[in-house]
Structure formats: C-alpha cells, structure tokens
C-alpha cells in the first residue's frame, strides 16, 4: 500500500526578463533574472546576462552569475555547496559564489564549482572547474586545467 505523490508541475514564477525572451516548456524557473529563455532549471537570485545561451539539461543553482555573450552547454552543472562537512549544507552563506565574466563557453556536462571565470574562456565537455580561473584560455579535464593561453 502507497500513499499517493505530492505532484508538482513544473512552473516559471518570481521571473525577470529581457526583452524578446522565450521560455520553451517544460521549464522549472523561480525567482531568478534571464537575458535569455532557456530549457534547464535555473535557480533563486541567479543572472543570466543577454546574449547567453543555456542549452538543455543544465543546473543553474541558486546565486550564480552568467556574464553577457558566454554559451553554456547541454548537461552542465553548477554546485555552490562544497559539502564541507561531508553533507549538504542548508545554510546558504555557507555556499560560495560562482560567477562567469563575459564571452565564456562551457562545454556539455561540465561542472562548474563555487569559483570565478574571467572573460573569454573556453571550458572543455566534461570538465570539473575546482579552482577560479584569471587567465584567458582553453580549460579541460578533471580538475580543468590550462590546455592553450588565448590571445587577450
């Protein structure tokens, strides 16, 4: 014997946009501000700056910030609990700050952890960011690290 689910619909609430944004359903998007429509879930006080592209399956959670021009591709996550206790961490000023500069690209299925990434950088399919990055380049592997320097 079960007892019947809690069943949510997926739902677009507390949403600030851009002009000339589309949101494609099915899309979980709460309190949070876009510059584009994208198909992932995105989560509370997190800014997508215009011109980004967020291509399906990706995690977007809460208090990330996405510069202006960067695409961000399928599958990718962003995780700002370090589970520095060896568990979830309910307290959200315990949680670090991710932030993306402008004109970055994120290959599929990355993971982006509570770190920085200045402008103009290319991070590779499958990749694990660990560490912020300050130097304009192509990153790849688990832990990401410089492959090539681009010109600035």
């Known amino acids: 014997m079960s007892n019947a689910p809690d069943l949510r619909h997926a739902a677009v609430r507390d949403v600030k946009t851009g002009k000339d944004v589309v949101i494609y359903q099915p899309a979980n998007l709460y309190q949070c501000e ?7 879930e995105i989560q509370r006080d997190s800014r997508i ?13 809460e208090g990330v910030e996405i510069g202006r021009n960067c695409f961000i591709g399928h599958g990718v996550k962003f995780a700002n609990d370090m589970f520095r206790d060896g568990a979830p ?38 990749s694990v960011v660990t560490k912020s990055i300050t130097e304009k380049g192509v990153y790849a592997g688990n832990p990401a690290t410089l492959l090539r320097r681009l010109d600035p």
């Open 49 to 61: 700056g215009a011109g980004t592209r967020v291509q399906s399956h990706t995690f977007i959670c």
């Open 89 to 126: 961490n309910p307290a959200r000023e315990s949680w670090g700050k991710i932030i993306l500069g402008d004109n970055v690209s994120v290959g599929s299925n990355a993971t982006i952890l509570a770190v920085s990434i200045c402008d103009g950088v290319v991070i590779g399919a499958g």
């Open 34 to 40: 876009l510059g584009v429509g994208p198909f992932v």
